[in-house]
């Protein structure tokens, strides 16, 4: 009897929109595989002025053949990014295909090979002022940052890469969830989407 192929559900947004408290409740509900574009990021020997949030950061190439791979039955190995060293492990995490697999990130809706392998395509929406105050809190609060590193770096980098690739690609997307709704909400609505 042939196994049912997974559903794959793909999660792009603009940076501190809400991606991944949904995700992490959802597959905390769903029991789904998931794959964070974080995990690809190419080593960084001096993160100084480096661009994280430029497509030509991530190794999407093996993204996408993990997510291939999972999404025929097969289990992957993941790479493991340490972020305090922006750098890769030695090690890899391998991860067994479930039911559903969900790919979260700021730019996978921006790469066409994983929108056309995407079941469901979905893109967290919240406006620029929400987005950037909380990610000003978060990366004083949790990565040690100052708010004028912060600002600086959401002006060269981070703001002009999401106009140029992330927020285009909100024109792939299904579902819109809203990133200022109650986290219980979006994931209903994602959990509703779901294949029967």
Known sequence: MKTKRPFVVVIAGGTAS????????FVAQTDATHLGHDRYYWDVPDPVGHDFDHPDALDTDRLVSDLAQLRSGEPAELPVYEFASHSRTAEVERVEPSAV???EGILVLADERLSALADLRVFVDAPEEI??????ARDIAERGRTAASVRAQYASTVKPNHDRFVEPSKARADLILDG???IDTSVAQLVARLSP
């Open 18 to 25: 809400g991606k991944s408290t949904i995700v992490s409740r």
């Open 101 to 103: 697999i969900v790919v």
């Open 131 to 136: 987005r950037f105050e909380r990610r000003m």
């Open 180 to 182: 200022t709704a109650e």
